[in-house]
């Protein structure tokens, strides 16, 4: 089955031209063709993640198919499908399909159904492609396409002006780190000898046959757009904006599938980005400096948000600086496992929060409260999905976050590990904040809310579900061949092993839990004791000020508006204005001004002077002439008598004088 | 000699003037009057040139008849009698020009050719023998000349009928 | 007297006539003036017919001159005939085939 594994990114694709040709006519309005196609995506891809897992030894399995070749340069798409390609696969289609049963019920009767699930079938094909990519091409392809395809869900009310600002902030903010990739990909080919294989780059770098200098400036400009596309500190302005669109959309695609696309290329790439960076060595790299700033500065900003998608957003922002972090301190596989439970809580906390949003019609947690009463498969499985996001015993988040930690403290990063270790508390305190906003106390709102139909909530169930049990193959607790760094590894045929495995630590464990459980009970006691934080911001100025930086969020958005884009909108663009209009349309309207001189050159003189005038000359000629000659016809006989006389008299002269 | 050159040249002189006026005069019945002077000098021509027969032919016919007729139809025409300007058409320059370019082929061939032959007379000539070649060779064209006549009066008198 | 004295004349006679015939306005002017040429051509045929001793310059003298008469007379009719129609013998005004 991983052989036809490029069967999975293709059902998508198929199901997205469907659904645009025939959509709107279906009885299901195009939905049941995304989900069929979904559906057997899913099934594929676990067929495939059996064979995986159950095979012994695996190797991966590769297929490529050239497109075209010139010269050295081979251009061709391929599948490469390992334990991390399999495990992202089963995430990917499985989130997907979850969101695609959500979403007929909650975009029902929306004012563009269909055209929904044709995006989100593109989407989902082309985060495949990117998963599935041997080279980094494809990747690229995957990697824009699944850009646009953000940019267009996010902007799916555009009739309002601030969705279609957010699509627009959100491309703009990611293309501006893709163009670090483009040059990343571009510098890697060239450095490792005009190649885009991937195996072939990491096993290039790994053996050191890659000049430092380019190997550096290559990774650099790769991990420029993984903090583009994956939120991570200073591009990560556009995920919470990005909150505009449907909250499925968010679920999927700002949660769970593809903020993780940067993640997942440092993971694939990881041979490139550990020499680089000398991940081996300790102390600090760019990679995990970011992600560690990341995961603090948008913890801090998650306790000043009252809307709920947007404390969710920077709470993504944060994990994924958790993940990123991790590679930077070289725990890969504690970085993809938590990508891989991440996907589950986030999502269901976002299709939760979905389910919220569309019984109070509000996403401001000013207008909940107190909606346990209400919605109680709702309030169960968000509960579920803060406890797995702060990291608590047994659930999914405290494995991948402890792993994380882990590998910071003994891979020679203790800054990070500290870190680490304050950021889980800021998450537990925000989690904490959250429920306790949304569904303690009484209802502050105006509606009648009420639980959400079936096809919102078993999603919401299942994933609960998954929430609770996915985390225990961390550890190996549900069997070794399960276990994730079994069957999850970073492999590069005939390199030895660089990513270090440490064995589950209780020591480490139960401080993680412990700080976590510290974090919950003192926002507990802030809100619901209310403790002497309770309203700081209100009685000390010092609070307050931070807290308007932080609502600010920390005048970046400022900054990137008036420093950067006016920067560039004034002076740039008037220039390239002043030369546009001045110079370009100069040459244009000039060479037009002188078409048009010519023309009127041509038609002044050439033809109407010049040839007119020798045609109309002819005529004239021929009339004049026809004029003059008439008068020999004048029907007087004593002129054609003069005539007669004076040419016979002419000739008889001539006659005489010549013989 | 010199009587014949006396009496040429006299004769020569007063039908050249005669002629000149006869197409440069303004008036018609004088035109006509100088007509007859120059045909009357024709006839002396005649005479000195020793064709007596034609001479009186000359006057009979030609001044008898021809300038009468003429007369009858300057009369007939009501042309104005007596002097009137505009009897010249205004190609008189052009007329003038093709009779100069005549005169001057028609001198040029005869001075050429006849430089400075002499007419000399010999045996006298009688007009029997005028009658005699008349009615004897040329008798043909006597009597095609007779019917061209008829013809000519004919198609005069039909032409001429008032109905 | 020398034979190129009458021809001569003849021709002076000749050109005269033909500059009446070009330049006359009246019809009947104009056949003055060809009457006038032929009465030339006339002298130039006694002259050679005296020139060669041969009667036939005479002969074809005496014809011309019989011509010349039934040719004024036709002129003449076909003048008044134009007159008739036209009240006037102006030959300026004759000009139907102009063009």
């Known amino acids: 089955m991983m052989r036809n594994a490029w069967l999975i990114p293709l059902l998508p694709a198929v199901s997205f031209f469907v659904i645009l040709a025939v959509g709107k006519r279906l009885p299901g309005k195009g939905a049941e063709v995304g989900i069929l196609a979904l559906a057997g995506s899913f099934v594929i891809s676990v067929a495939s993640a059996v064979q995986w897992i159950t095979a012994g030894e695996p190797e991966a399995v590769e297929r490529h198919t050239t497109w075209w070749q010139v010269g050295g340069v081979e251009v061709g798409a391929g599948i490469h499908i390992d334990g991390l390609a399999v495990m992202m696969l089963v995430v990917v289609t499985f989130i997907s399909l979850m969101v695609h049963v959500y979403s007929t019920g909650y975009m029902h009767g929306d004012r563009r159904y269909t055209y929904f699930f044709a995006a989100l079938s593109l989407f989902t094909a082309a985060m495949l492609t990117l998963v599935v990519a041997d080279n980094t091409l494809q990747l690229l392809v995957g990697w824009e396409l699944v850009g646009l395809c953000s940019f267009m869900l996010i902007g799916h009310w555009w009739e309002e002006v601030p969705n279609s600002s957010a699509a627009i902030k959100a491309f703009i903010t990611t293309r501006t780190g893709d163009v670090g990739l483009l040059l990343g990909i571009i510098t890697l080919f060239f450095a490792a000898g005009q190649s885009f294989d991937i195996v072939n780059l990491n096993r290039l770098a790994l053996e050191g046959e890659i000049g430092r200098g380019v190997l550096l400036a290559g990774a650099v400009l790769l991990f420029l757009g993984v903090m583009g596309k994956s939120a991570q500190f200073p591009l990560h302005v556009w995920l919470p904006d990005a909150m505009a669109g449907p909250t499925p959309v968010s679920a999927l695609i700002h949660a769970a599938t593809m903020v993780v696309a940067g993640v997942y290329l440092v993971a694939r790439l990881y041979g490139v980005f550990f020499e680089a960076f000398s991940i081996e060595a300790g102390g600090f790299n760019l990679v995990a400096v970011i992600g560690g700033i990341t995961v603090l500065i948008a913890a801090a900003l998650a306790f000043v948000q009252d809307d709920i998608k947007k404390v969710l957003a920077y709470s993504t922002v944060s994990q994924l600086g958790y993940m990123v972090m991790a590679l930077g301190v070289g725990a890969w596989t504690a970085a993809v496992f938590h990508l891989f439970t991440h996907a589950f809580f986030k999502a269901l906390l976002f299709l939760g929060s979905g389910s919220l949003i569309h019984a109070v019609h509000s996403n401001n947690m000013s207008e909940m409260g107190g909606l346990r009463r209400f919605m109680p498969t709702t309030y169960r499985t968000f509960l579920v999905g803060s406890l797995a996001l702060a990291g608590i015993f047994p659930l999914a988040g405290f494995w991948s976050k402890d792993e994380i930690l882990l590998g910071a403290a003994l891979n020679g990063y203790p800054v990070f590990f500290w870190v680490g270790l304050v950021g889980a508390f800021m998450t537990a305190a925000y989690m904490t904040r959250a429920c306790y906003l949304i569904f303690a106390g009484e209802y502050r709102g105006h509606g009648h809310p009420h639980e959400s139909p079936a096809s919102m909530r078993v999603p919401l169930q299942l994933l609960a579900g998954l929430s609770i049990v996915v985390g225990l193959i961390g550890p190996g607790l549900l069997g070794e061949t399960l276990k994730f760094s079994h069957w999850v590894t970073f492999e590069v045929p005939g390199v030895e092993e660089v990513v270090e495995e440490h064995d589950f630590s209780v020591p480490y464990a139960a401080g993680s839990l412990a700080v976590a459980l510290i974090g919950i009970g003192a926002a507990a006691g802030v809100y619901f004791r209310n403790l002497w934080p309770r309203d700081l911001a209100r009685r000390n100025p010092l609070a307050a000020r931070a807290k308007t930086i932080l609502v600010h969020k920390y005048y970046l958005d400022d900054l990137f508006v008036h420093g950067v884009i006016r920067t560039i909108q004034y002076p740039l663009a008037r220039a390239a204005y002043w030369f546009n209009q001045r110079v370009l349309d100069g040459v244009v309207n000039g060479a037009g001004q002188g078409a048009r001189r010519v023309g009127r050159f041509t038609y002044d003189v050439i033809d109407q002077r010049v040839i007119d005038g020798a045609v109309n000359g002819a005529g004239a000629t021929a009339e004049e002439g026809g004029v003059i000659l008439r008068h020999t016809q004048s029907g007087r006989v004593q002129q054609y008598a003069a005539a007669l006389f004076g040419a016979s008299a002419i000739l008889a002269l001539a006659l005489v004088f010549v013989t | 000699m010199i009587a014949q050159n006396v009496a040429f040249w006299s004769l020569a002189v007063a039908m050249v003037a005669a002629a000149y006026r006869l197409v440069t005069t303004q008036n018609v019945v004088r035109a006509a009057l100088f007509l007859a002077v120059v045909l009357a000098g024709t006839a002396g021509q005649y005479v000195l040139l020793t064709a007596e027969f034609v001479a009186w032919v000359q006057v009979l016919v030609y001044i008898g008849a021809v300038v009468v007729l003429l007369l009858f139809g300057v009369m007939l025409t009501r042309a104005p009698i007596g002097a009137a300007s505009g009897l010249d058409n205004d190609q008189r320059a052009v007329a003038a020009i093709v009779a100069l370019l005549v005169l001057g082929a028609l001198g040029a061939v005869l001075l050429d050719a006849f430089g400075d032959t002499e007419l000399v007379f010999g045996e006298v000539r009688r007009s029997a023998e005028v009658a005699d070649a008349i009615f004897g060779q040329y008798v043909v064209p006597f009597e095609v000349a007779s019917v061209l006549l008829l013809a000519a009066v004919v198609g005069a008198v039909a032409m001429a009928r008032r109905d | ?99």
């Open chain 3, 1 to 99: 007297m020398a034979l190129n004295q009458f021809l001569l004349l003849s021709a002076v006679l000749f050109s005269l006539g033909v500059y009446g015939v070009l330049a006359r306005r009246n019809s009947v002017l104009v056949l003055m003036s060809v009457e006038l040429m032929l009465n030339a051509v006339n002298l130039n045929l006694v002259t050679f017919g005296a020139f060669h001793q041969d009667v036939l310059g005479q002969v074809f003298a005496l014809f011309v001159i019989a011509i010349a008469a039934a040719e004024v007379g036709v002129g003449l009719a076909i003048v008044l005939v134009i007159f008739r129609n036209r009240a006037d013998v102006d030959l300026d005004k004759v000009d139907l085939m102009k063009g």
